[in-house]
């Protein structure tokens, strides 16, 4: 599950004709429209991806902004590479934004992380394992999950 299911929505209901709660264009509480771009990207890049998929649907301003600067979605995006190198090069290479590639590997780099450090390594049943401890994986990173699980 990508961390941004409330885009898909706001993205839904904009298609269906709906305004979110501050209305139009630049609404009452949109002052990053106010802001020069540079200056709202600054705000926006301090964020963690999750509040930034929060942020961009906050109103259409803050959707706009976060949506089309590419800059916030790729510093994330490279903080997931440090985890899933091959699969951010292979959708990067098959020329998926870095939006797009980081919805894509997120969650799995967060359980992949999980699995490489050990967290796993001792579970005495399924009942122990948290809710987000699965994620489908190809061959490869299984195989590497094993290869560190085997060095333990």
């Not at 299911?5 to 839904?12: S, V």
């Not at 209305?23 to 600054?42: K, Q, T, Y």
């Not at 089309?68 to 510093?75: A, D, F, Q, T, V």
Request: charged share 30%; aromatic share 8%.
């Amino acid at each position: 599950m990508p961390p941004c299911p409330e885009a898909a929505r706001m993205d839904g209901e904009r298609s269906a004709g709906r305004d979110s709660a501050e209305g139009g264009r630049g609404g009452l509480g949109d002052f990053v429209s106010a802001l020069p771009p540079e200056v709202s990207s600054r705000i926006f890049s301090g964020l963690d991806v999750e509040s930034l998929c929060h942020a961009s649907v906050t109103c259409k301003g803050w959707h706009r902004v976060i949506e089309s600067n590419e800059r916030l979605w790729r510093h994330h995006c490279l903080t997931v590479r440090a985890v899933c190198q091959r699969e951010i090069d292979c959708d990067r290479g098959n020329g998926y934004s870095w939006k797009i590639t980081l919805l894509r590997n997120y969650w799995k780099s967060k359980v992949k992380q999980e699995w490489l450090s050990g967290k796993y390594s001792n579970i005495p049943s399924q009942f122990s394992l948290p809710e987000k401890s699965m994620y489908p994986m190809d061959v490869d990173t299984w195989g590497e999950i094993l290869e560190a699980e085997l060095e333990r």
